[in-house]
C-alpha cells in the first residue's frame, strides 16, 4: 500500500462502518423474528453474525493502515479537510443525539466512540455520560477569563445532575459523597470544580447572596492569583491540588472548607525557561500605584529586573493583570486581611532574588545588592545586619556546645531562596487558615490548623483493596477521628503533565495522577470484577484493564521505592545526586516500569512509565528539594524580641514557639520551608516527600467511605485553541483513561451491585403483594421476587433489556448498567406518582376541613352584600356626533368624608411610657442580624433593616 494514501479513503470507510452499523441492526431484527418464530433457521443468523464480525474487524484494520500510511507533510492538510467535514456531518449525525456512550449501535471500538465525542463537541455538547460516569472535553472557551464563583454563572445540565445526585444520596442515606475530577493538566478540571460548587450553592446553599458564598468567592479569587501559573501545556495551571468540603444538614449548606495540597515551591525561585512563575508577582508590578511602589521600595523594577522573574516567559497581558490585581485586593478586604501585609511580604520575596552572595576577600562574603537588602529587611521589619547574619552563618550544636561558622556563597544563596520559598508558602497557607476560619460551626469535624494539613484522617486504615494508597510505606499515625456529619467534597488534584525538564515536583504531581487512577480502576473495575468472581457470577464479558499499581509500588514502596530511597540519601550530609541515581539503578534495572533513557547524553536522569506515557526525570535538585530545610539561624530573625512586623513573626508562630524562655539564639536546628505537617521519621526529622506522601494518604482514607461521583476531563487539543477537536490528543487520553474498558463494562457487564437488603428496600414498590414468612432470609426472598416481578414487565413491554442483565450472588443482586437505569427510572416515576397521590388527597382533606369556615365567610358576604342599598345607576353621558367630550365640572361636595377620631393624650403618652418611646424621636431601627432562618437551621444572609418612611412626631 501507498505510504501517501489520500485521507479522503478513510472518510469512504465512515461510510462503510454506517452500513456496518445498519447491517447489525437487520441482525438484531432477524433474531428477533427468529426468537418470535420458532421455525426459523437459527444456522443463518449466526452464519450472517459471524460474517458481520468479520467485515467490522477487517474494516478496522484497514482503516488503521491507512492512517500510519499518511506521510507526515500531507497529514495537517488532510486532518484539517476532515475536520471540516465532520463539522458540518454534525447536526445530521445520530451521535449528535447520544447521551450516554454505553448506547452506541454497531461493534463497539475506540473510533466509535472517538467519533461520538467528536460529533457531539461541533454540536456544542462538550458532556457525554458512560452510565454514571461523565466525560467532559474542554472546547477552551474563555481561556482567559478568571476561574472563580462569581464568573462560573452558567448553568450545564449534566454537571447540575452530578451535584444533585450527590445532595439527594446525602439526604437519603446519611453517607458522604465526592465529586473527583481526573485528567491531564489544562483540562478543565477547576472550572469544572467551580462550576460544581457554584452549582451546590445554588441547590443547598441559598445561592450567591449568602455570606458564606461571598467568603468563598473571595478566597478562591485570592488562591487563584497565589496558586496559579504558566507552564507549558496550560497558561492557567493551577499548581496546587485542592479538597474542598460542603458540610450539608437539612438539605441547607451550613460550612465549607477548602484544604490545598501546595508543592511546586521551585517555581517560586527558578520558573523553567517558557514558562512563569506564580501569577501575583506580574499582577502586582502593574496594579499597585506609584505611592505604593514607593512605600513598598519596589519604584523601578519590572519583570525584566527581577531575578526570580527574568529566568522564565516575561511576557504578560498589563491591562488584565492590572484588572485581576484589583479583584484580588478587594477580595483580601472581603477576608478581612491587611492588603499591606501580605503586599510586604510578596515584594520582600522577589526582592530576595536580587540579592547574591559572592566571596569576598576576607572572611566575609560580599553582597551584589546592597539596596536590596535594606529593602527586604525594612519590608520585613528586621535590621539588615540581622537579616545578612542570618543568611550567612550557620549554627551547629556538638556535644552540647554551639558552635557558629560563616557560610561559602553557595550555601547563603541556597538559604536565601529558602527563605523565599518558605515566606510565600507560610503566606499562602495564612490565606487559607483565614478563609476557613471565617464561618466556625458546631458539627464534630476534624479540625485543621495548616493549609497544607489534611482533615482527612481517619480513626482506621483501610487496606489498599477498599481503595487506600498501594504501598507499605509506614505514613504515620492518623491523627484524627471518623466524622459523624456527612459532607459533599469536591476533589480537583494534580493532573498527569509533563515538561521539558521534570524534577522533584512533577514526579509529586504524577504519582497523584497515578494514586487518582489507581482509585478509579479499583472502585470501577477492580472491586467489582473480583466481588463477582467470588460469589461466582459468571461474566459474558472479559474486562481488560491496565492496573498501574506496580507503577505506585515502583515510587512509594516503603523500603525500596524511589521516594523511600530519596529519603534514605536525603539524611546523608555527603550524599549527592548521583549516589541516589546509583542506588535505584541498582534497586530498579528489572523493573518494568523503570528505564533509562538511551538517547540522552545527560546520565543524570531516569525514566518511568506511567500510565499516561513515558517521563523522564532529573535527578540534580532531587535531595535540595526534598529536604526542604530552613536553618534556624534565619528563622530566629523574626522573633518578636528582633521583628516588629507582626505577620512575618505569626507566619513562623510554630517555630518560634521552642525558643520562648529568654533564649532566642539559634541552636542549629534545621525546619521546614512549607508548613509542618508534624509527620517525622524515626530520627524525628521529615522530608517534603513524607509529608506529601502522608496527605495522599489520608485523602484517599477519607475517599474510600465517601461514595465517588466520577468525572473525566479531556483536553481537545494541545494548543488550548477553541472549539478544535484534535483526534490524536483525545484518542491518547481515551486509552489513557480506560475509556473504552470502561463502556464495555457498562454496556455488556454487571457494573453494579447491591446488598438484598438495600435492593430489596429501593424496588420493593414493584412487588404486587408483600412477601408472605418471616424467614431468616427475607431481603433475599423479596429481592428474588422483585427480579421475577421485573422479568413480568420487561417481557410485557417489549424492551431490550432480559435477565441476563441481573444476577444474583451469594450477598449482591448484580445488575448491568441499562438495566439499573431502567430501574431507577421505574423508582422515580413510582416516587413522582406517589408524591402526586399524597398531594392530591391532603389538598383534598384541607378543602374538606377547611369548608366550613370557607362557607360561614361565604353566606356573610352574601348577607352583608345583600343588605346594602342598591346605588344609583350612572346615566351615560350623551357625546354629540362629530364633537369631542367636554369635560365635566369639579363639583365641591364640602366636608363630606369624616375626619377619623384621634386617640386621648394620656393614651399616647401611656402607650410611649410602656414601649420606652419619645414622640419627638423616632423610633430606633432593629439591629442587623448575620442570619436568617430557615426551617430549623440558621442560614447565612445579608439582612439589613431601613425605615421605611420619614419619622413625623
Not at 174 to 203: E, N, P, W, Y
Not at 444 to 461: I, K, L, M, P, R
Not at 565 to 585: A, G, K, M
Amino acid at each position: 500500500m501507498s505510504g501517501t494514501v489520500s485521507l479522503s479513503k478513510v472518510f469512504i470507510l465512515d461510510k462503510y462502518f454506517t452500513e456496518l452499523e445498519s447491517y447489525w441492526k437487520t441482525e438484531e431484527k432477524l433474531e428477533s423474528y427468529h426468537t418470535a418464530d420458532n421455525g426459523g433457521n437459527s444456522n443463518d443468523v449466526d452464519l450472517l453474525k459471524e460474517q458481520l464480525r468479520s467485515l467490522s474487524t477487517e474494516l478496522v484494520t484497514l482503516r488503521s493502515s491507512l492512517k500510519e500510511g499518511l506521510s507526515t507533510d500531507d497529514w495537517p492538510q488532510e486532518a484539517m479537510k476532515r475536520d471540516v467535514i465532520v463539522r458540518q456531518c454534525a447536526n445530521v449525525s445520530a451521535y449528535s443525539t447520544l447521551n450516554d456512550l454505553i448506547h452506541i449501535s454497531g461493534p463497539l471500538t475506540e473510533d466509535a466512540i472517538l467519533r461520538g465525542l467528536q460529533t457531539r463537541f461541533y454540536t456544542g455538547d462538550f458532556y457525554t455520560n458512560i452510565g454514571p460516569i461523565l466525560l467532559s472535553v474542554n472546547p477552551y472557551h474563555d481561556v482567559h477569563c478568571s476561574l472563580t464563583l462569581t464568573s462560573t454563572p452558567e448553568k450545564n445540565g449534566s454537571l447540575c445532575d452530578v451535584v444533585e445526585d450527590a445532595v439527594a444520596r446525602l439526604a437519603e442515606t446519611g453517607h458522604s459523597q465526592a465529586i473527583i475530577l481526573s485528567g491531564l493538566s489544562g483540562s478543565g478540571k477547576t472550572h469544572a470544580s467551580m462550576q460544581l460548587l457554584r452549582r451546590l450553592f445554588d441547590v443547598a446553599g441559598g445561592g450567591p447572596e449568602t455570606d458564606t458564598f461571598k467568603h468563598l468567592a473571595a478566597a478562591f479569587t485570592v488562591l487563584r492569583s497565589l496558586g496559579n501559573a504558566k507552564t507549558d501545556s496550560n497558561a492557567e495551571s493551577s499548581r496546587m491540588g485542592q479538597f474542598i468540603e460542603a458540610h450539608v444538614a437539612d438539605g441547607a449548606l451550613y460550612r465549607t472548607k477548602i484544604h490545598c495540597y501546595f508543592i511546586d515551591q521551585t517555581r517560586i525561585v527558578k520558573p523553567l525557561r517558557h514558562e512563569k512563575n506564580y501569577h501575583i508577582f506580574y499582577q502586582m508590578l502593574v496594579g499597585l500605584t506609584q505611592e505604593e511602589k514607593v512605600k513598598l521600595y519596589i519604584e523601578g523594577f519590572s519583570s525584566h529586573s527581577l531575578r526570580y522573574l527574568n529566568q522564565g516567559d516575561t511576557n504578560q497581558n498589563e491591562a488584565q493583570d492590572a484588572t485581576r490585581f484589583q479583584a484580588w485586593k478587594d477580595s483580601l478586604a472581603v477576608l478581612g486581611i491587611p492588603f499591606m501585609d501580605v503586599m510586604r511580604v510578596l515584594t520582600a520575596v522577589v526582592l530576595l532574588g536580587n540579592i547574591e552572595f559572592v566571596e569576598g576577600q576576607g572572611m566575609e562574603l560580599d553582597i551584589r545588592g546592597n539596596n536590596e537588602i535594606k529593602s527586604v529587611a525594612a519590608l520585613l521589619g528586621i535590621s539588615a545586619v540581622s537579616l545578612y547574619k542570618g543568611l550567612t552563618t550557620k549554627s551547629r550544636m556538638v556535644k552540647g556546645q554551639l558552635f557558629k561558622s560563616l557560610c561559602d556563597a553557595n550555601t547563603a544563596n541556597k538559604t536565601r531562596d529558602a527563605l523565599a520559598k518558605a515566606l510565600y508558602s507560610r503566606t499562602l497557607a495564612a490565606v487559607v487558615r483565614r478563609a476557613n476560619s471565617l464561618k466556625s460551626t458546631t458539627a464534630s469535624t476534624v479540625s485543621s490548623s495548616g493549609s497544607n494539613e489534611s482533615v482527612h484522617n481517619q480513626a482506621e486504615t483501610a487496606r489498599f483493596s477498599n481503595g487506600s494508597l498501594p504501598s507499605s510505606r509506614s505514613p504515620g499515625s492518623s491523627n484524627g477521628s471518623l466524622r459523624s456529619d456527612g459532607f459533599i467534597g469536591i476533589v480537583d488534584m494534580f493532573g498527569f503533565e509533563t515538561a521539558h525538564e521534570n524534577g522533584f515536583e512533577k514526579l509529586c504531581i504524577n504519582l497523584c495522577a497515578e494514586t487518582m487512577q489507581h482509585f478509579y480502576n479499583t472502585h470501577i473495575f477492580k472491586s467489582t470484577l473480583e466481588c463477582a468472581k467470588d460469589e461466582g457470577i459468571q461474566c459474558e464479558i472479559d474486562v481488560d484493564y491496565t492496573d498501574n499499581a506496580p507503577c505506585i509500588e515502583l515510587i512509594s514502596s516503603q523500603r525500596t521505592g524511589l521516594l523511600s530511597l530519596l529519603d534514605s540519601e536525603s539524611l546523608l550530609p555527603r550524599s549527592t545526586h548521583e549516589s541516589y541515581l546509583q542506588r535505584v539503578r541498582v534497586q530498579h534495572r528489572m523493573n518494568p516500569g523503570f528505564f533509562e533513557p538511551n538517547d540522552s547524553v545527560d546520565y543524570s536522569q531516569f525514566g518511568i512509565r506511567h500510565y499516561m506515557g513515558n517521563v523522564v526525570y532529573r535527578t540534580q535538585e532531587l535531595l535540595h528539594v526534598n529536604r526542604d530545610s530552613l536553618p534556624d539561624d534565619v528563622i530566629t530573625v523574626f522573633h518578636k524580641q528582633h521583628c516588629d512586623f507582626g505577620f512575618a513573626s505569626h507566619i513562623f508562630a510554630n517555630e518560634l514557639k521552642s525558643y520562648q524562655g529568654g533564649n532566642y539564639c539559634p541552636r542549629g536546628l534545621l525546619h521546614r520551608v512549607s508548613p509542618n505537617f508534624d509527620v517525622k521519621d524515626d530520627d524525628g526529622r521529615n522530608t517534603l516527600s513524607q509529608d506529601y506522601y502522608t496527605r495522599l494518604d489520608n485523602l484517599i482514607k477519607t475517599l474510600v467511605h465517601c461514595k465517588p461521583h466520577f468525572i473525566r476531563c479531556i483536553k481537545s487539543n494541545n494548543n488550548s485553541e477553541a472549539d478544535l477537536f484534535d483526534r490524536e490528543t483525545v484518542v491518547h487520553q481515551i486509552r489513557g483513561l480506560e475509556v473504552l474498558e470502561t463502556v464495555n463494562l457498562m454496556a455488556e457487564g454487571f457494573s453494579h451491585r447491591m446488598r438484598f437488603k438495600a435492593f430489596s428496600n429501593n424496588y420493593r414498590f414493584l412487588l404486587k403483594s408483600p412477601v408472605v414468612g418471616m424467614s431468616d432470609n427475607r431481603a433475599y426472598e423479596e429481592s428474588k421476587a422483585i427480579l421475577e416481578r421485573l422479568t413480568e414487565i420487561l417481557d410485557d413491554s417489549h424492551l431490550v433489556i432480559s435477565s441476563s442483565s441481573w444476577a444474583i450472588g451469594q450477598k449482591h443482586i448484580f445488575l448491568s448498567e441499562i438495566c439499573r437505569q431502567h430501574l431507577e427510572r421505574m423508582r422515580l416515576a413510582q416516587r413522582h406518582a406517589a408524591a402526586h397521590t399524597l398531594q392530591k388527597y391532603t389538598r383534598r382533606w384541607l378543602a374538606v376541613r377547611n369548608w366550613p369556615s370557607l362557607r360561614r365567610t361565604l353566606e356573610m358576604r352574601q348577607k352583608s352584600r345583600s343588605m346594602r342599598p342598591t346605588p344609583p345607576r350612572p346615566q351615560k353621558p350623551i357625546y354629540m356626533s362629530g364633537s369631542r367630550r367636554r369635560p365635566q365640572p369639579i363639583i365641591e361636595s364640602g366636608d363630606s368624608h369624616e375626619v377619623p377620631r384621634l386617640c386621648e393624650k394620656s393614651t399616647v403618652q401611656a402607650t410611649l411610657s410602656a414601649y420606652g418611646l419619645d414622640i419627638e424621636k423616632p423610633p430606633p431601627i432593629p439591629a442587623r442580624r448575620s442570619y436568617t432562618v430557615a426551617g430549623n437551621a440558621k442560614v447565612g444572609f445579608p439582612h439589613k433593616r431601613i425605615m421605611v418612611k420619614t419619622y413625623q412626631g
